[in-house]
């Protein structure tokens, strides 16, 4: 598939091709509308089903069912008609539903009339002292490989965090035959005052019993350490992981603190967001059918706010029925009832798991010479030293420190930045807000640009 | 860092850095180059400061190379293919030159 190849329009444009945009165009293109799914990873799945139509790692034990349910959702979506375009990024979409995408280095600007967001979660920044060293990744990180390419954490790996994901990835690297020196658990134990009162309701979802056996699994094999600090160490590249308590040699230290929506491109289309007090993050702002403040466009899946991989693909469907309504009325679809009455099964007991596995505040705003902004390393120091200056918000912050502006556009700073800026300030994160985000959402060069087509109005205008 | 679990596909030659890498079909760039022990794929335009890709999925861009010619790409969304030309992206800006 190439970008010449796109039609100039479709009825339904999918970003994404995780479990919420699989479903989502899956049910579309099944109730007659021209679907097409752009997803920028070299194959559909996105990050929880990562490389479910190519893993190398056939023994399906290791990464489990919950993986392999995965497996039907990616047929199903190859099965319905919808045109599934990998490797393809999608750098800009705007409030009239243009979608900028760039495949194999060239660019299209197509006409959608209506559009799902399913980019997903990205991992919550992790700012402490030399998480920028080699040798310090994400847990999703080590997943990710894991699952694509089937490699092993080799030599002394230490996982530090919170949250199911840091478990499960602990499960499958013990069942793969790795091993892991320890964990450094950095759940505050007061979580577990707020987690109560919806103790009930996780006991009754599905993530219960399984999370019980995950955490008996990995604790009868890895020594688990409650820990109020972590740094990692070296010169050059990881050498040492200190903590308060104590110091241990490491060569691979991963990192996980729960996950957040990925916003950029729904910030950039203009959507509205709102801060979640809960999740620690901001998310958009949606109706029960997942459409955005912007007429047209809908965000699903953990983009629309975590909720995990079975609940993001009910979201989908939901995005995809109210768009399938809209284009097509006479289309034949599934009752949005039964799939709202499955989708609230699996949110149940998410508030227990947000509360218990909320990371302590000194995980998310660091202090001194802590890294902050990875891209153009500026320091947790100098973004409250600006902020005590005076400097109101994020987008201020970048005229001052350059905090946001390198490739990652923010993606791995705008949370602790628009944090620091609150507490130091004495304000709220709401009343901060984000940084501004516009297109493109993902660096393209000057000649993928240049591969766009003319109109001849267009040439005309700048012709003398 | 990484040790192959599990048979990745057919080989795939690259060089990287002129250096000759065996990656697997299933490889994408920033897979292959950890597989093979790099220590870094760049040095950051600020400090100079080693990186290692952080996230692999496309978010934290620390994986940024030079691919096939094409400066600043992100390793971990590119596939490998047979005579793939990397090379790692070194140096500090120099502001004004």
Request: hydrophobic share 45%.
């Amino acid at each position: 598939m190439n970008a010449v190849d796109l039609a100039p329009s479709y009825d339904l444009v999918v970003i994404g091709g995780g479990p919420a945009g699989l479903a989502a165009a899956s049910l579309a293109a099944r109730a007659g509308v021209t679907t097409v799914l752009f997803d920028e990873n070299p194959g559909v799945g996105g990050q929880i089903y990562r490389g479910i139509t190519s893993t190398p790692v056939i023994n399906r034990s290791i990464l489990g069912e919950d993986y392999w349910a995965g497996e039907a959702l990616a047929n199903e979506a190859k099965a319905s008609g919808a045109l599934i375009v990998n490797g393809a990024t999608v750098w800009s979409l705007d409030p009239e539903r243009i979608v900028g995408v760039s495949i194999a280095g060239k660019a299209r600007m197509i006409e959608a009339r209506r559009v799902i967001i399913a980019t997903g979660s990205q991992e919550r920044p992790f700012p402490i002292p030399g998480w920028t060293l080699p040798g310090v990744m994400t847990a999703g990180a080590a997943q990710t490989v894991l699952k694509a390419q089937g490699l092993l954490p080799d030599g002394r790996t230490v996982m530090a965090g919170t949250g199911p994901l840091m478990w499960l990835l602990a499960a499958q690297i013990l069942r793969a035959g790795g091993r892991l020196e320890a964990i450094l658990d950095t759940t505050p134990r007061r979580n577990l005052l707020r987690a109560a009162p919806h103790l009930p309701d996780f006991m009754l979802s599905p993530y219960f019993a399984k999370g019980l056996a995950l955490l008996r699994e990995v604790k009868a094999k890895v020594p688990v350490r409650r820990v109020a600090s972590v740094a990692a160490a070296g010169d050059g590249k990881l050498s040492e992981v200190v903590s308060d308590r104590g110091r241990m040699p490491a060569d691979l230290l991963l990192l996980h603190q729960g996950v957040v929506p990925n916003v950029n491109l729904a910030l950039a289309a203009g959507a509205t967001h709102e801060w979640n007090e809960r999740q620690l993050c901001f998310q958009p702002v949606l109706d029960q059918d997942f459409s955005s403040s912007v007429p047209g466009i809908a965000v699903a899946g953990d983009g629309a706010g975590i909720a995990g991989g079975t609940a993001a693909a009910e979201r989908g469907r939901l995005a995809a029925i109210a768009a399938v309504r809209a284009l097509r009325p006479e289309a034949r679809l599934p009752d949005p009832q039964s799939v709202r009455q499955r989708l609230q099964r699996e949110e149940m007991g998410r508030a227990f798991l947000d509360w218990l596995n909320r990371p302590a505040d000194s995980f998310r705003q660091p202090e001194g010479e802590t890294l902050v902004c990875r891209c153009e390393e500026v320091t947790a120091a100098q973004v409250r030293a600006t902020a005590d200056m005076g400097c109101e918000g994020p987008n201020q912050m970048k005229a001052f420190l350059r905090c946001g502006m390198g490739p990652c556009q923010g993606r791995l700073c705008g949370l602790t930045v628009t944090e620091l800026i609150a507490t130091q300030r004495k304000s709220t994160p709401a009343a901060v807000g984000y940084y501004r985000l516009r297109p493109p959402v993902k660096p393209i060069t000057l000649a993928e640009l240049a591969s766009l087509p003319i109109s001849e109005a267009e040439r005309k205008a700048v012709e003398r | 860092m990484f040790k192959r679990l599990a048979d990745a596909g057919a080989v795939v030659a690259l060089t990287v850095d002129g250096k000759p890498v065996q990656a697997r079909s299933c490889d994408t760039v920033a897979a292959a180059l950890l597989a093979a022990g790099i220590d870094r794929c760049r040095t950051t335009p600020v400090t100079g400061a080693p990186r290692l890709p952080y996230c692999l999925m496309g978010v934290c861009f620390d994986c940024l190379v030079t691919i096939d010619g094409v400066g600043s790409r992100q390793a971990c969304l590119v596939p490998v293919h047979e005579g793939m030309t990397v090379e790692t992206q070194q140096g500090r800006r120099e502001a004004g030159r």
